[in-house]
């Protein structure tokens, strides 16, 4: 079976840090675009970064640059979101994915696979 599972989500004060991680089985990272998505309730699902797993074509989202960072381990097959300088506004369920191996864009309809999503909420 093919599973990406999110883990690393929780609650934080305003400023605070969280690192997401994302785990793959059944299926590889390697060789394809991996990225981070958030969805917020009521909002559309939207971009937050996303990289080749080799590390080129990295993309943040305007409102994340300078704060998250996305990351490897090849050894674990694991992806991670270090999140930093949390804001209220990054409250919403964060989804990891994997994109074709030739993607370099942040459409979330370009991801063909998906983890369940792991909460984070920030509190003000």
């Known amino acids: 079976q093919v599973h990406l599972v999110e883990s690393g989500g929780g609650l934080v004060q305003t400023g605070g840090s969280l690192r997401l991680s994302c785990t793959a089985s059944?299926?590889?990272?390697?060789?394809?675009?991996v990225g981070w998505f958030r969805q917020a309730p009521g909002k559309e699902r939207e971009f937050v970064a996303a990289s080749k797993w080799s590390g080129g074509s990295t993309n943040y989202a305007d409102s994340v640059k300078g704060r998250f960072s996305i990351s490897r381990d090849s050894a674990k097959n694991t992806l991670y979101l270090q999140m930093n300088s949390l804001k209220p506004e990054d409250t919403a369920v964060y989804y990891c994915?994997?994109?074709?191996?030739?993607?370099?864009?942040?459409?979330?309809?370009?991801?063909?696979?998906w983890g369940q999503g792991t909460q984070v909420t920030v509190s003000s």
């Open positions: 994915a994997r994109g074709g191996p030739y993607y370099t864009g942040t459409s979330p309809g370009e991801y063909g696979y």
């Open positions: 059944g299926l590889t990272f390697n060789g394809y675009r």
